[in-house]
């Protein structure tokens, strides 16, 4: 939007700027869930692990909604899904899998 109101453009060009935009977004997409590094976190979550997940700033809400996802599934497995830093967070074992979000990119 920003790079539309930069350019003057009209609302059907802004249109054709999404598109264009969405294309290079897919091929992101694409390349990192076809990546070893997602296939390799998709087996962990697979396992009988329990999730540690968290952020700062807003990462760390990032980090938080993706934590109530993760317990639906993880929890009807009898897995839990924790926050970082919490109160009664308990320390990671061999095997768990933790998460860490950068708010910064």
Do not use: W
């Amino acid at each position: 939007m920003i790079e539309a109101i930069f350019r003057n453009l009209d609302a059907k060009d802004v249109f054709a700027l999404c598109e264009e935009e969405f294309k290079t977004i897919q091929n992101i997409i694409d390349a990192n869930v076809e990546s070893e590094t997602y296939r390799r976190i998709i087996d962990i979550l697979e396992k009988g692990t329990n999730v540690f997940l968290g952020g700062r700033g807003t990462a760390n809400q990032t980090a938080k909604m993706t934590g109530v996802r993760l317990f639906h599934i993880k929890s009807f497995l009898g897995y839990n899904v924790f926050m970082a830093r919490g109160v009664n967070t308990p320390c990671p074992r061999e095997g768990d899998l933790e998460i860490l979000i950068s708010y910064s990119g």
